[in-house]
Protein backbone atom coordinates (compact mmCIF):
# COMPACT_ATOMS: atom_id res chain seq x y z
CA UNK A 1 0.00 0.00 0.00
CA UNK A 2 2.85 2.42 1.25
CA UNK A 3 5.49 4.23 -1.19
CA UNK A 4 8.66 5.17 -0.04
CA UNK A 5 8.58 7.93 2.82
CA UNK A 6 11.84 9.48 1.85
CA UNK A 7 14.12 10.58 -1.35
CA UNK A 8 17.61 11.78 -1.55
CA UNK A 9 18.18 14.69 -3.92
CA UNK A 10 21.67 16.33 -5.05
CA UNK A 11 21.60 19.67 -3.32
CA UNK A 12 24.14 22.48 -3.06
CA UNK A 13 24.98 23.86 0.57
CA UNK A 14 26.12 27.20 1.75
CA UNK A 15 28.22 26.99 5.47
CA UNK A 16 29.47 29.92 6.65
CA UNK A 17 28.11 32.39 3.79
CA UNK A 18 30.33 30.57 1.02
CA UNK A 19 29.08 28.42 -1.65
CA UNK A 20 30.44 25.27 -1.40
CA UNK A 21 31.98 23.71 -4.79
CA UNK A 22 30.22 20.76 -5.55
CA UNK A 23 26.52 19.29 -5.44
CA UNK A 24 26.22 17.07 -2.05
CA UNK A 25 23.15 14.51 -1.13
CA UNK A 26 20.20 15.11 1.21
CA UNK A 27 17.31 13.28 2.25
CA UNK A 28 13.40 14.53 1.55
CA UNK A 29 10.68 13.79 3.37
CA UNK A 30 7.89 12.51 0.79
CA UNK A 31 5.01 14.24 0.26
CA UNK A 32 1.88 12.52 -1.47
CA UNK A 33 -1.52 13.11 -2.73
CA UNK A 34 -3.80 10.78 -0.29
CA UNK A 35 -7.58 10.57 -1.49
CA UNK A 36 -10.22 8.65 0.38
CA UNK A 37 -13.30 7.41 -0.81
CA UNK A 38 -15.97 6.20 1.07
CA UNK A 39 -18.73 3.11 -0.22
CA UNK A 40 -17.40 4.33 -3.35
CA UNK A 41 -17.97 8.00 -3.52
CA UNK A 42 -14.94 10.52 -3.41
CA UNK A 43 -14.73 12.70 0.00
CA UNK A 44 -11.44 14.14 0.65
CA UNK A 45 -7.69 14.48 -0.90
CA UNK A 46 -5.31 15.15 1.71
CA UNK A 47 -1.30 15.63 1.03
CA UNK A 48 0.68 13.25 3.55
CA UNK A 49 3.61 11.15 4.29
CA UNK A 50 3.22 8.08 2.51
CA UNK A 51 3.16 5.55 5.28
CA UNK A 52 0.77 3.98 8.38
CA UNK A 53 -2.28 4.87 5.37
CA UNK A 54 -4.52 2.37 7.07
CA UNK A 55 -4.13 4.08 10.35
CA UNK A 56 -4.90 7.41 8.78
CA UNK A 57 -7.70 6.63 7.09
CA UNK A 58 -9.63 5.08 10.61
CA UNK A 59 -7.98 8.10 12.91
CA UNK A 60 -9.07 10.61 9.77
CA UNK A 61 -13.14 9.09 9.77
CA UNK A 62 -13.21 9.14 13.29
CA UNK A 63 -12.32 12.68 14.06
CA UNK A 64 -14.23 13.77 11.42
CA UNK A 65 -17.12 11.98 12.80
CA UNK A 66 -17.68 9.73 9.45
CA UNK A 67 -17.38 6.64 11.58
CA UNK A 68 -18.36 6.40 15.19
CA UNK A 69 -15.89 3.50 16.10
CA UNK A 70 -13.08 1.76 14.01
CA UNK A 71 -15.41 -1.53 13.53
CA UNK A 72 -17.73 0.78 11.52
CA UNK A 73 -14.82 0.23 8.43
CA UNK A 74 -15.50 -3.04 7.00
CA UNK A 75 -12.70 -3.07 4.58
CA UNK A 76 -9.89 -0.22 3.69
CA UNK A 77 -8.26 -1.09 -0.27
CA UNK A 78 -5.75 1.11 -1.79
CA UNK A 79 -4.85 2.09 -5.42
CA UNK A 80 -1.48 3.10 -5.89
CA UNK A 81 -1.48 5.51 -9.37
CA UNK A 82 1.38 8.09 -10.51
CA UNK A 83 -0.71 10.68 -9.26
CA UNK A 84 -1.13 9.15 -6.02
CA UNK A 85 -2.57 6.78 -3.56
CA UNK A 86 -6.54 6.24 -3.47
CA UNK A 87 -7.64 5.16 0.31
CA UNK A 88 -11.26 2.87 -0.35
CA UNK A 89 -13.14 2.44 2.82
CA UNK A 90 -16.16 0.50 2.90
CA UNK A 91 -18.39 1.77 5.61
CA UNK A 92 -21.18 0.94 7.77
CA UNK A 93 -24.53 1.49 5.83
CA UNK A 94 -25.76 4.12 8.90
CA UNK A 95 -22.52 6.29 8.91
CA UNK A 96 -22.48 5.96 4.56
CA UNK A 97 -25.73 7.52 5.07
CA UNK A 98 -24.87 10.43 7.77
CA UNK A 99 -22.27 11.29 5.26
CA UNK A 100 -24.40 11.61 2.52
CA UNK A 101 -26.19 14.36 4.37
CA UNK A 102 -23.81 16.31 5.65
CA UNK A 103 -21.14 15.54 2.50
CA UNK A 104 -18.54 18.71 1.96
CA UNK A 105 -15.66 19.01 -0.45
CA UNK A 106 -12.43 18.72 1.32
CA UNK A 107 -8.75 20.08 -0.16
CA UNK A 108 -6.28 18.94 2.00
CA UNK A 109 -2.68 20.79 2.82
CA UNK A 110 0.06 20.23 4.39
CA UNK A 111 0.03 23.36 6.61
CA UNK A 112 -2.34 24.53 8.94
CA UNK A 113 -6.23 25.54 8.56
CA UNK A 114 -9.19 23.36 7.50
CA UNK A 115 -9.69 21.53 4.71
CA UNK A 116 -12.62 23.10 3.36
CA UNK A 117 -16.24 23.15 5.05
CA UNK A 118 -19.66 24.17 3.86
CA UNK A 119 -21.18 26.45 6.63
CA UNK A 120 -19.08 28.10 9.90
CA UNK A 121 -21.12 25.09 12.37
CA UNK A 122 -18.79 22.98 10.74
CA UNK A 123 -15.78 24.29 12.00
CA UNK A 124 -16.01 23.73 15.81
CA UNK A 125 -17.95 20.25 15.98
CA UNK A 126 -20.14 19.02 18.43
CA UNK A 127 -18.02 16.96 20.29
CA UNK A 128 -18.84 16.16 24.07
CA UNK A 129 -16.28 17.41 26.88
CA UNK A 130 -13.37 14.20 28.55
CA UNK A 131 -14.85 12.54 31.33
CA UNK A 132 -12.76 13.36 34.23
CA UNK A 133 -9.57 10.97 34.64
CA UNK A 134 -7.21 10.78 37.67
CA UNK A 135 -4.41 13.40 37.42
CA UNK A 136 -1.02 12.91 35.63
CA UNK A 137 2.27 13.96 37.21
CA UNK A 138 3.28 16.99 35.05
CA UNK A 139 6.76 15.02 35.50
CA UNK A 140 5.41 11.99 33.65
CA UNK A 141 3.83 14.41 30.49
CA UNK A 142 7.32 16.62 30.15
CA UNK A 143 9.44 12.61 29.71
CA UNK A 144 6.43 11.85 27.28
CA UNK A 145 7.70 14.78 25.61
CA UNK A 146 11.42 13.74 25.39
CA UNK A 147 10.54 10.30 24.38
CA UNK A 148 8.53 11.18 21.53
CA UNK A 149 11.70 12.87 20.15
CA UNK A 150 13.67 9.88 20.37
CA UNK A 151 10.83 8.37 18.19
CA UNK A 152 10.90 10.54 15.45
CA UNK A 153 13.15 8.65 13.04
CA UNK A 154 12.12 10.05 9.63
CA UNK A 155 12.05 13.63 11.48
CA UNK A 156 15.98 12.71 12.20
CA UNK A 157 16.01 11.27 8.28
CA UNK A 158 15.04 14.70 7.04
CA UNK A 159 14.17 17.30 9.58
CA UNK A 160 10.45 17.99 7.85
CA UNK A 161 8.18 15.80 9.80
CA UNK A 162 5.67 16.02 12.88
CA UNK A 163 5.16 13.59 15.24
CA UNK A 164 2.06 12.44 17.64
CA UNK A 165 2.45 10.30 20.47
CA UNK A 166 0.15 8.41 22.84
CA UNK A 167 1.84 7.60 26.37
CA UNK A 168 0.46 6.09 29.51
CA UNK A 169 0.29 7.75 32.71
CA UNK A 170 3.96 7.28 33.69
CA UNK A 171 4.94 9.03 30.46
CA UNK A 172 6.07 5.82 28.44
CA UNK A 173 5.32 6.53 24.95
CA UNK A 174 3.15 3.31 23.60
CA UNK A 175 2.32 4.50 20.22
CA UNK A 176 4.14 7.04 17.62
CA UNK A 177 3.30 8.25 14.57
CA UNK A 178 4.75 10.08 11.61
CA UNK A 179 3.73 12.66 8.64
CA UNK A 180 4.58 16.01 6.69
CA UNK A 181 1.02 17.03 8.09
CA UNK A 182 0.45 17.71 11.85
CA UNK A 183 -3.03 17.13 11.31
CA UNK A 184 -2.26 13.80 9.84
CA UNK A 185 0.24 12.64 12.12
CA UNK A 186 -2.62 13.10 15.04
CA UNK A 187 -4.59 11.36 12.72
CA UNK A 188 -2.26 8.64 12.29
CA UNK A 189 -1.89 8.08 16.04
CA UNK A 190 -5.94 8.20 16.90
CA UNK A 191 -6.30 5.85 13.98
CA UNK A 192 -4.21 3.54 15.92
CA UNK A 193 -4.93 3.99 18.80
CA UNK A 194 -8.87 2.92 17.91
CA UNK A 195 -7.85 0.16 15.79
CA UNK A 196 -5.72 -1.92 18.70
CA UNK A 197 -8.67 -1.00 21.30
CA UNK A 198 -9.49 -4.38 21.94
CA UNK A 199 -6.25 -4.99 23.70
CA UNK A 200 -4.57 -1.95 24.35
CA UNK A 201 -5.08 -0.14 27.40
CA UNK A 202 -8.50 3.25 26.84
CA UNK A 203 -6.98 5.90 25.21
CA UNK A 204 -8.17 8.01 27.73
CA UNK A 205 -5.92 6.76 30.69
CA UNK A 206 -2.85 8.68 29.10
CA UNK A 207 -1.70 11.01 27.21
CA UNK A 208 -1.13 12.91 24.03
CA UNK A 209 1.99 15.14 22.47
CA UNK A 210 2.90 16.51 19.55
CA UNK A 211 5.99 18.25 18.25
CA UNK A 212 4.00 21.32 16.71
CA UNK A 213 2.19 23.92 17.98
CA UNK A 214 -1.70 23.35 18.92
CA UNK A 215 -4.48 24.26 16.72
CA UNK A 216 -8.09 24.14 18.01
CA UNK A 217 -8.22 21.28 14.93
CA UNK A 218 -5.94 19.57 17.49
CA UNK A 219 -7.71 19.71 20.34
CA UNK A 220 -10.60 18.43 18.48
CA UNK A 221 -8.92 15.92 17.16
CA UNK A 222 -7.66 14.31 20.81
CA UNK A 223 -11.37 15.25 22.45
CA UNK A 224 -12.92 13.03 19.55
CA UNK A 225 -10.33 10.54 20.61
CA UNK A 226 -11.20 10.54 23.69
CA UNK A 227 -8.29 11.57 25.32
CA UNK A 228 -8.00 14.80 28.42
CA UNK A 229 -4.33 16.09 27.93
CA UNK A 230 -2.77 17.58 25.08
CA UNK A 231 0.46 18.36 25.48
CA UNK A 232 2.83 20.68 22.58
CA UNK A 233 6.14 21.22 22.00
CA UNK A 234 4.95 24.92 20.95
CA UNK A 235 2.62 27.57 21.51
CA UNK A 236 -1.48 26.98 21.47
CA UNK A 237 -3.49 29.28 19.73
CA UNK A 238 -6.83 31.43 22.00
CA UNK A 239 -9.23 29.41 19.66
CA UNK A 240 -7.45 26.14 20.94
CA UNK A 241 -7.42 27.13 24.83
CA UNK A 242 -10.92 27.76 24.84
CA UNK A 243 -11.89 24.73 23.19
CA UNK A 244 -9.42 22.89 25.53
CA UNK A 245 -11.25 24.64 28.79
CA UNK A 246 -14.60 23.53 26.91
CA UNK A 247 -14.03 20.10 26.27
CA UNK A 248 -12.21 19.16 29.58
CA UNK A 249 -8.68 18.76 28.25
CA UNK A 250 -5.64 19.70 29.95
CA UNK A 251 -3.60 21.97 27.35
CA UNK A 252 -0.08 22.40 27.77
CA UNK A 253 2.35 24.43 25.63
CA UNK A 254 6.05 25.47 25.43
CA UNK A 255 7.47 22.11 26.24
CA UNK A 256 10.85 22.29 26.22
CA UNK A 257 13.43 20.15 28.65
CA UNK A 258 11.68 20.63 32.26
CA UNK A 259 9.60 23.56 31.64
CA UNK A 260 6.15 23.80 30.16
CA UNK A 261 2.96 26.39 30.07
CA UNK A 262 -0.31 25.06 31.07
CA UNK A 263 -3.12 26.79 29.66
CA UNK A 264 -6.15 24.86 30.41
CA UNK A 265 -7.66 22.03 33.33
CA UNK A 266 -4.80 22.21 35.49
CA UNK A 267 -6.79 19.68 37.88
CA UNK A 268 -5.75 17.00 35.31
CA UNK A 269 -1.98 17.73 36.04
CA UNK A 270 -0.35 16.88 39.70
CA UNK A 271 3.06 17.84 40.91
Not at 68 to 90: Q, Y
Not at 176 to 191: C, M, S, W, Y
Amino acid sequence: MEKETSTRARVLRIRDGVLAPAPDDDVLAEETPIALEYNGISHATMLATPADLEDFAVGFSLTEGIIDGARDVRDIESRTSPDGIVLSLTISSACAARLKERRRALSGRTGCGLCGVETLPEVLRDIPPVPPAAPVRARAVLDAMRALRVRQSLHTLTGATHAAGWADADGAIALAREDVGRHNALDKLIGALARRADDAPAPGTGLIVVSSRASFEMVQKTAAAGVGILAAVSAPTALAQRLADRLNIALLGFMRDNDTTLYAHAERISA
